[in-house]
């Protein structure tokens, strides 16, 4: 396994060839066959001489056919030829397109063949025109020396007219409206005009919030979405030049140093040098904010970056260096998912591209069975791929450049515990969360009873794995060039102790590296937060958690005041701080009396008199002694046969591996330091075996030291973990 070279896929230009007249697309299936291409008609027989032209035909062909053939189904192939289908609305598959039992649909390219599904529309690059000395916003550009770059497209003339609208989204106040339309050229991405054009604008963390604070506005909540927003003073004069912009945003932070938003501004006073937010802030706002705002005409000066203008359907941009004739440029225009299931079974999709759109890609609701393999999935500004129901999969793909998470699988009854059974395997999910910023995975797991295996999980502003319910399998996995933007964080990540029956889910044979950034804290690899319990940690590798000592609490594994956390068979290796039993939250609640609402809550849920009797009781026996034992300092969870090995880089100054925890006596917390349950775990800063550490192979020799240090300690099958071959 090669972990130093990422694995990418990118591509220089999505203008798809012409489709050849003499293309061929060989099969070797057995079953009825149909056939799909660009060049094709839906008033034909749908074969390979005489194709459909959309999957909507094809999709209603294969109804008919199953149909007339329910007395003797059999298998089902349709073939999709090379080139570039256009979406504009969803495509929806019910009940009544699946595949009958003991037989499979598929949805296929042809052999070598590229097939796109296409959820924009393409813009000619001669659409583009200098700016006109009459264009009444031409003045607004601040930078004069843009001007002569900048150039045009009027998108109504070309029959786009439906741009979006940009909305309130980000932690707690959720994804918003459907995000507004995006600008792609050669099939990345391009900047809406922002300012400052990299970073955070300037702001003093030294002047008094009192002073900072004009009002902090009222608490974003579920019944208080569209309360009052909060107005603070900045420390730039850019102000003045944004007085008659419209639908700017405020991109950052403005209560904690992880709860970003993406705020509309409703106001501001140039003068004074105030901006308004027009909607609340979950917990308002309470810190010197850290932002940048975008969707400014004004502040369009650097290449790559464009402003629509919703009023006259004029869309600016400053084309990226070197863009040359025949680049191919294209909106984003679908907004829906390109790909809805909705109760079909037994399906497979193989072999496809699913470019652009402005919601999802593939929303799967319910329906059993279904696979989606070796697809390409690139440039939704939602989330990629949902899949619910039970028993589906998605495998071999390759998930990026996404707005939100490239995968939510959800699915399993929290009734019975019976397992949703979905599963995403052995594909890469990177570049996600451009627009939906934080605590927005690259896998989301909800339900019961899901997977993620044997997935390379990079380049993502937050985590890269979030854990709801119960009874989750997450293994095999490499999660790595995470939590890069916002802080308080894991790459695995869970909290759900508000909720204590949600539980059970293991976390095995992982490597997680390189998380955080400057100025982050709090990066972790593995991090049971907030009361979350009943996790199995074991056999995972945690490398270099914040490679120098000084880093704010970048930790291998947290623990933060959870119970029956067992954390078993871990290696950590130059971790400044390898583990922390922390009491943080229970210190903070019982300190400002929450912890008095949410035990009530707790008992609340154990108030059913069936629940400990049924399956409950049965998966998880430890439920029945829920409020017999110390629920704020439990003595439940375990930190048992662990190798840490620092080498090149030394603990934190306060760390005490003998406790395995940071020293917070200066906060009060030290003396619950012996409840981390430590017993045989080796702590060493001398080679404890591995085969060939320098070149990043860190399974252990079959007579490493480690064994004897160790006792009972398991090899971890180092080249198993990522994605296979």
Not at 506 to 526: D, E, F, Q, S
Request: hydrophobic share 35%; charged share 20%; with cysteine.
């Amino acid at each position: 396994m090669n972990i130093h070279k990422p694995i990418l896929t990118f591509f220089a230009s999505v203008a798809l060839p012409a489709l050849s007249s003499s293309f061929s697309c060989a099969s070797s299936a057995e079953g009825q066959l149909f056939y799909v291409a660009p060049n094709g008609s839906d008033t034909a027989a749908g074969t390979e001489a005489a194709p459909f032209q959309s999957m909507d035909r094809a999709r209603e062909a294969v109804r008919g056919f199953i149909a007339v053939n329910s007395t003797s189904p059999q298998d089902i192939t349709v073939y999709f030829q090379e080139g570039n289908y256009a979406v504009q609305q969803s495509v929806v598959f019910t009940e009544a397109d699946s595949a009958p039992a003991g037989t499979r649909i598929e949805y296929r390219a042809c052999e070598d063949a590229t097939v796109v599904f296409f959820g924009g529309v393409s813009l000619p690059v001669s659409a583009f025109q200098p700016l006109s000395a009459e264009d009444p916003r031409v003045e607004s550009i601040i930078d004069r020396n843009a001007h002569k770059h900048i150039r045009y497209a009027p998108l109504k003339e070309l029959g786009i007219t439906d741009y979006g609208k940009r909305s309130l989204h980000g932690f707690r106040v959720g994804g918003g409206a459907t995000p507004p339309m995006e600008l792609f050229i050669n099939g990345r991405s391009m900047t809406p005009a922002r300012w400052p054009n990299e970073g955070l604008a300037p702001m003093d963390d030294s002047m008094p919030l009192e002073d900072r604070i004009i009002d902090a506005g009222e608490d974003w909540t579920p019944s208080n979405k569209t309360g009052k927003g909060g107005t603070f003073r900045v420390d730039f004069d850019r102000l003045k030049h944004w007085t008659n912009a419209e639908d700017m945003l405020l991109d950052g932070l403005v209560a904690n140093d992880w709860s970003w938003q993406s705020h509309l501004i409703a106001s501001m006073d140039a003068e004074q040098k105030t901006l308004t937010l027009q909607d609340p802030a979950p917990y308002t706002i309470k810190m010197t904010p850290r932002f940048y705002i975008e969707n400014l005409l004004e502040e369009i000066d650097m290449p790559g970056e464009y402003f629509i203008d919703r009023q006259t359907g004029y869309l600016y941009l400053y084309p990226p260096a070197g863009m040359a004739d025949d680049a191919f440029l294209c909106v984003s225009t679908l907004k829906e998912p390109m790909l809805s299931i909705e109760g079909a079974s037994r399906l497979t999709f193989h072999g496809i591209t699913f470019d652009t759109g402005r919601e999802a890609a593939i929303s799967l609701n319910t329906g059993e069975a279904n696979r989606f393999s070796q697809l390409e999935v690139r440039n939704f500004t939602g989330n990629a791929v949902k899949l619910a129901g039970r028993n589906n999969g998605i495998v071999r793909s390759d998930i990026h450049h996404i707005g939100g998470s490239g995968v939510i699988l959800e699915g399993g009854d929290f009734d019975s515990l019976l397992p949703g059974g979905n599963f995403v395997e052995d594909t890469t999910i990177h570049h996600f969360a451009r627009y939906d910023k934080a605590y927005t995975p690259g896998v989301t797991l909800l339900g019961v009873g899901n997977r993620v295996s044997h997935c390379e999980i990079y380049e993502g502003p937050h985590g890269g794995i979030t854990i709801g319910g119960n009874d989750h399998l997450i293994e095999y996995n490499i999660l790595r060039d995470l939590i890069k933007d916002f802080s308080d964080f894991g790459a695995i990540y869970a909290a759900i102790g508000a909720n204590p029956l949600r539980r059970g889910t293991v976390i095995r044979r992982n490597l997680i590296y390189n998380l955080g950034a400057p100025g982050r804290k709090w990066c972790i690899g593995i991090y049971s937060d907030w009361f979350s319990q009943g996790f199995t940690i074991e056999e995972n590798i945690l490398y270099r958690i914040g490679d120098h000592p000084e880093m704010f609490e970048f930790i291998g594994i947290v623990n933060s005041s959870g119970r029956y956390n067992k954390v078993l068979n871990n290696i950590f290796i130059d971790c400044p701080i390898p583990y922390e039993r922390g009491y943080n939250m229970s210190y903070g609640y019982k300190k400002n009396g929450k912890d008095v609402k949410l035990l009530k809550s707790w008992r609340d849920i154990f108030e059913d008199p069936e629940l400990l009797g049924g399956i409950y009781g049965i998966r998880y026996p430890e439920l029945h002694r829920f409020f017999d034992e110390d629920i704020w300092f439990p003595t439940t969870s375990y930190f048992e046969r662990n190798l840490i090995y620092n080498k090149d880089i030394p603990f934190n100054e306060g760390y005490l591996p003998e406790h395995f925890i940071v020293d917070r006596t200066s906060k009060g917390w030290g003396k619950h330091e012996d409840l981390a349950n430590a017993r045989d775990n080796w702590v060493t800063n001398e080679d404890p075996g591995f085969i060939n550490p320098s070149e990043m192979n860190l399974e252990l020799e079959p007579h490493a030291r480690a064994f004897d240090e160790i006792p009972g300690f398991r090899n971890i099958p180092f080249s198993q973990i990522g994605v296979r071959k």
